[in-house]
T-cell receptor, first 114, second 113 residues
Framework: EAGVTQSPTHLIKTRGQQATLRCSPI?????VYWYQQALGLGLQFLLW???????NRGNFPPRFSGRQFPNYSSELNVNALELEDSALYLC?????????????FGEGSRLTVL | AQSVTQPDIHITVSEGASLELRCNYSYGATPYLFWYVQSPGQGLQLLLK??????LVQGIKGFEAEFKRSQSSFNLRKPSVHWSDAAEYFCAVSSGGSYIPTFGRGTSLIVHP
């Protein structure tokens, strides 16, 4: 069974540009979570999608957005990039049926903003 | 709101020594508790989890953790550390009502030969 896959692995952008990150959940998982892992800050919750709908978002500005597609894959968009957006962006999926909070993570997309 | 505190940013141990990583949580009801490990350049992998029942839970790679409600703690332990255990360890809490796990800031484990 394939795990959570994320692309691209690395992405370099300059300030003001836009970045798009993609995530494919484990087959059968309908919930997708996005977390930002900046140096020394642990994992900060960004967005949660389930069944194609945005269910919750963390304390991030509106230039962080995303969507979930009918096949449950997801993308995260970051507009008007700032230097502090440089981080590892982790996607995770969950089996909604179990509802116990256990997440399965991808290896992340490393975004560098110059 | 739920929260997680990992008081140790870095822990250094010698190979073969025992290990305990601390985790304290804040949540009113019985939480779901997790420990994840992140090796350099990798995503997070679940080590173990506690939902209910026996307060001592066993995980992968020889790790165990004990849930202590009176202390709001869920400390991770390993009796003998291997060099390959060097990684970042994250404690997380979730609940039946909240579908969004909250993570601690992580503890970096350094293993000396």
């Amino acid at each position: 069974e394939a795990g959570v896959t994320q692309s691209p692995t690395h992405l370099i952008k300059t300030r003001g540009q836009q970045a798009t990150l993609r995530c494919s959940p484990i087959s059968g998982h309908t919930s997708v979570y996005w977390y930002q892992q900046a140096l020394g800050l642990g994992l900060q919750f960004l967005l949660w999608y389930d069944e194609g709908e945005e269910r919750n978002r963390g304390n991030f500005p509106p230039r962080f957005s995303g969507r979930q597609f009918p096949n449950y894959s997801s993308e995260l968009n970051v507009n008007a990039l700032e230097l502090e957006d440089s981080a590892l962006y982790l996607c995770a999926s969950k089996n909604r049926v179990t509802n116990t909070g256990e997440l399965f993570f991808g290896e992340g997309s490393r975004l560098t903003v110059l | 709101a739920q929260s997680v505190t990992q008081p140790d940013i870095h822990i250094t141990v010698s190979e073969g020594a025992s290990l305990e990583l601390r985790c304290n949580y804040s949540y009113g009801a019985t939480p779901y508790l997790f420990w994840y490990v992140q090796s350099p350049g990798q995503g997070l992998q679940l080590l173990l989890k506690y939902f209910s029942g026996d307060t001592l839970v066993q995980g992968i790679k020889g790790f165990e953790a004990e849930f202590k409600r009176s202390q709001s703690s869920f400390n991770l332990r390993k009796p003998s550390v291997h060099w390959s255990d060097a990684a970042e360890y994250f404690c997380a809490v979730s609940s039946g009502g909240s579908y969004i796990p909250t993570f601690g800031r992580g503890t970096s484990l350094i293993v000396h030969p």
